[in-house]
């Protein structure tokens, strides 16, 4: 144990943490402060809102196509080789939309910045299990919870008043200057944390993988353009020759003595356990999040930046708890913190189903605030305490799976809350006698978000039927 511990000392953590937080938070950043300017970008470049929502669904496709390789290329390339090259493709991404002038370069921008950041996210989960000892790794994580949700949530409040006193340019010019430290930072202190072991490269394995996830992500976003676009040719083919491709995918890994992507990951319960925790938050954070700012801006009728305004404390809060929730975790284990937790979220989510568009703007404040406190109860607790069941050389693939169906958790929790939205707001117009009266539409939009709510609940109360299950997992193999 002593020889553990001593290798557990040789690494700068601190180093090494702070440029993966740095280029962390600037990725995520990135990842959410364009979907305030659509429709700015929308009048600059003369585009329709489909022909916007690719600079969102490229980002998300590229990521499903590159998460599933991420345990390959972790086993094929130095810690330093890849956070690197994710940190190269990410500047190089942002420096293009910097300059960019058109649609075409913009995109060409997105998708590199999405590359870097599929293969920088695994990296960090990687990095950080292999470098903190098991007893450390709860504040550790909850410290890129802070990154996850923090800066997501600032993206748009910051890009909004970016947008309004300069231009949509300045949301990437502010961003370069903090990769280029990040990565001077992690060329000093980050070391080479994990064996390279060199796996063959089976191509049939990408193929199917690459159309799999991406068939299968890209059909939910396109579902997501509203409830008539389920029944479209195209989100049907998506989403059939994806799940097929998955299906075969998954046959080839189990039978591979050594597959690209190891699905041994579900022989630990723990590892099921904290991974439906996981996509249980995706869902509940997705459809809440994109509904809300929609409910805040067409049922209460509240301008871009209060709503931007409005969502910050929440998130706010939840970055700031998510390592104290770490350091609780270390301390008493997952079951103090994730089912209260889930019991938050579950009665924060019923008192959303009863929001009207006279709700005060404080009271719903308050109930953001609540959603967000009980996320960080669940979240990281639960991921963490998921992987440490884990043996070190399934890492990689533990990572690589749960970050993996969190991206197409994510595409199906905007698809599925879009639709409900839709739906729910086009039955209450049906049933109007004034169905264009302003008045009336707040009332619809309104009833589909308290739909969407529900459908959130719905998902909250089934993750904490499973929460029940959670053991705290006591490591046994060395952490090294």
Same mark, same amino acid.
């Given at each position: 144990?002593?020889?553990?511990?001593?290798?557990?000392?040789?690494? !700068?953590?601190?180093?090494?943490?702070?440029?993966?937080?740095?280029?962390?938070?600037?990725?995520?950043?990135?990842?959410?402060?364009?979907? $305030?300017?659509?429709?700015?970008?929308?009048?600059?470049?003369?585009?329709?809102?489909?022909?916007?929502?690719?600079?969102?669904?490229?980002?998300?496709?590229?990521?499903?196509?590159i998460m599933p390789?991420?345990?390959?290329?972790?086993?094929?390339?130095?810690?330093?080789?890849?956070?690197?090259?994710?940190?190269?493709?990410?500047?190089?991404?942002?420096? $293009?939309?910097? /300059?960019?002038?058109?649609?075409?370069?913009?995109m060409v921008a997105?998708?590199?910045?999405?590359?870097?950041?599929?293969?920088?996210?695994?990296?960090?989960?990687?990095? $950080?299990?292999?470098?903190?000892?098991?007893?450390?790794?709860?504040?550790?994580?909850?410290?890129?919870?802070?990154?996850?949700?923090?800066?997501? #949530?600032?993206?748009?409040?910051?890009?909004?008043?970016?947008?309004?006193?300069?231009?949509?340019?300045?949301?990437?010019?502010?961003?370069?200057?903090?990769?280029?430290?990040?990565?001077?930072?992690?060329?000093?202190?980050?070391?080479?944390?994990?064996?390279?072991?060199?796996?063959?490269?089976?191509?049939?394995?990408?193929?199917?993988?690459?159309?799999?996830?991406?068939?299968?992500?890209?059909?939910?976003?396109?579902?997501?353009?509203?409830?008539?676009?389920?029944?479209?040719?195209?989100?049907? #083919?998506?989403?059939v020759i994806g799940?097929?491709?998955?299906?075969?995918?998954? @046959?080839?890994?189990?039978?591979?003595?050594?597959?690209?992507?190891?699905?041994?990951?579900?022989?630990?319960?723990?590892?099921?356990?904290?991974?439906?925790?996981?996509?249980?938050?995706?869902?509940?954070?997705?459809?809440?999040?994109?509904?809300?700012?929609?409910?805040?801006?067409?049922?209460?009728?509240?301008?871009?930046?209060?709503?931007?305004?409005?969502?910050?404390?929440?998130?706010?809060?939840?970055?700031?708890?998510?390592?104290?929730?770490?350091? /609780?975790?270390?301390?008493?284990?997952?079951?103090?913190?994730?089912?209260?937790?889930?019991?938050?979220?579950?009665?924060?989510?019923?008192?959303?189903?009863?929001?009207?568009?006279?709700?005060?703007?404080?009271?719903?404040?308050?109930?953001?605030?609540?959603?967000?406190?009980?996320?960080?109860?669940?979240?990281?607790?639960?991921?963490?305490?998921?992987?440490?069941?884990?043996?070190?050389?399934?890492?990689?693939?533990?990572?690589?799976?749960? !970050?993996?169906?969190?991206?197409?958790?994510?595409?199906?929790?905007?698809?599925?809350?879009?639709? $409900?939205?839709?739906?729910?707001?086009?039955?209450? /117009?049906?049933?109007?006698?004034?169905?264009?009266?302003?008045?009336?539409? #707040?009332?619809?939009?309104?009833?589909?978000?308290?739909?969407?709510?529900?459908?959130?609940?719905? @998902?909250?109360?089934?993750?904490?039927?499973?929460?029940?299950?959670?053991?705290?997992?006591?490591?046994?193999?060395?952490?090294?």
């Open positions: 144990m002593e020889d553990e511990m001593e290798i557990q000392k040789q690494y !700068n953590t601190r180093a090494i943490m702070a440029s993966l937080l740095i280029c962390g938070f600037v990725g995520f950043f990135n990842e959410t402060a364009l979907n $305030i300017a659509i429709t700015n970008l929308m009048d600059v470049f003369h585009i329709t809102a489909a022909t916007a929502q690719w600079l969102t669904t490229g980002f998300l496709l590229t990521l499903g196509i390789v991420s345990g390959l290329l972790l086993q094929s390339f130095s810690t330093r080789q890849l956070f690197i090259g994710s940190l190269l493709s990410l500047i190089a991404g942002t420096f $293009i939309a910097a /300059l960019s002038f058109n649609f075409q370069m913009l997105r998708v590199l910045q999405a590359i870097g950041m599929g293969m920088f996210i695994p990296l960090m989960f990687n990095t $950080i299990l292999v470098v903190y000892p098991p007893d450390k790794r709860g504040e550790a994580m909850g410290f890129v919870g802070l990154v996850i949700m923090f800066a997501p #949530a600032t993206g748009p409040t910051v890009a909004g008043i970016l947008i309004e006193y300069l231009s949509w340019h300045y949301i990437f010019w502010l961003s370069l200057p903090f990769l280029i430290i990040g990565l001077f930072v992690g060329l000093k202190y980050m070391e080479n944390v994990t064996d390279v072991t060199k796996p063959r490269i089976d191509l049939l394995s990408v193929v199917l993988s690459t159309v799999g996830f991406g068939g299968v992500v890209f059909g939910f976003s396109k579902a997501g353009e509203g409830t008539s676009a389920w029944s479209s040719t195209v989100v049907i #083919a998506s989403l799940l097929a491709a998955l299906v075969l995918f998954t @046959i080839r890994q189990l039978s591979m003595r050594d597959p690209m992507m190891n699905l041994g990951v579900f022989q630990y319960p723990m590892y099921i356990v904290g991974l439906l925790m996981v996509l249980a938050c995706m869902l509940i954070m997705m459809s809440s999040m994109i509904i809300l700012p929609m409910y805040l801006q067409n049922g209460a009728k509240l301008s871009v930046f209060v709503t931007g305004l409005m969502m910050l404390p929440g998130s706010v809060l939840n970055g700031v708890l998510s390592p104290r929730m770490g350091k /609780l975790f270390d301390r008493y284990g997952p079951k103090w913190l994730v089912i209260p937790g889930l019991v938050l979220v579950a009665a924060i989510l019923w008192l959303f189903t009863g929001v009207t568009p006279v709700s005060s703007v404080v009271f719903l404040i308050a109930l953001h605030i609540g959603l967000m406190i009980g996320i960080s109860m669940i979240w990281m607790p639960a991921q963490t305490n998921g992987l440490n069941q884990l043996p070190p050389e399934l890492y990689p693939h533990g990572t690589a799976v749960m !970050n993996t169906l969190q991206q197409v958790a994510g595409a199906i929790g905007t698809a599925v809350a879009i639709s $409900i939205l839709t739906s729910g707001t086009e039955s209450y /117009l049906r049933s109007s006698s004034a169905p264009t009266d302003p008045a009336e539409l #707040a009332n619809a939009i309104t009833q589909g978000s308290q739909h969407v709510f529900w459908f959130a609940l719905i @998902i909250t109360l089934i993750g904490l039927a499973v929460s029940f299950l959670i053991r705290r997992v006591v490591v046994k193999q060395p952490a090294h």
